[in-house]
């Protein structure tokens, strides 16, 4: 199971997230506004250390982020928060 909280601030963004493998997890980022978005994204896998990737998803395009951890992931959450560039 993956649970996502979202704080998206003036920009239309959606997201698919999905986990690859035993231990990767993925969040696919679509931007349908016209304005190109910054994003940050926190990946929690229990115990370990969270890990946060920063992307920019251009107007009108998507993009992948995908993480691995050491463990097995049990529950991941994804913390995602999005602005205009």
Do not use: H, W
């Not at 978005?37 to 992307?55: D, K, L, Q």
Request: charged share 20%; hydrophobic share 35%; with cysteine.
């Amino acid at each position: 199971p993956i649970d996502v909280t979202k704080k998206i601030d003036g920009v239309s963004i959606d997201y698919t997230a999905s986990d690859v493998d035993g231990d990767i997890s993925s969040i696919q980022l679509n931007n349908y506004g016209t304005q190109d978005a910054v994003c940050s994204v926190t990946f929690t896998n229990g115990p370990e250390s969270p890990r946060r990737r920063t992307v920019t998803v251009p107007a009108g395009k998507s993009t992948n982020t995908t993480v691995k951890f050491n463990r097995a992931i049990i529950k991941m959450r994804i913390a995602l928060a999005c602005a205009p560039k």
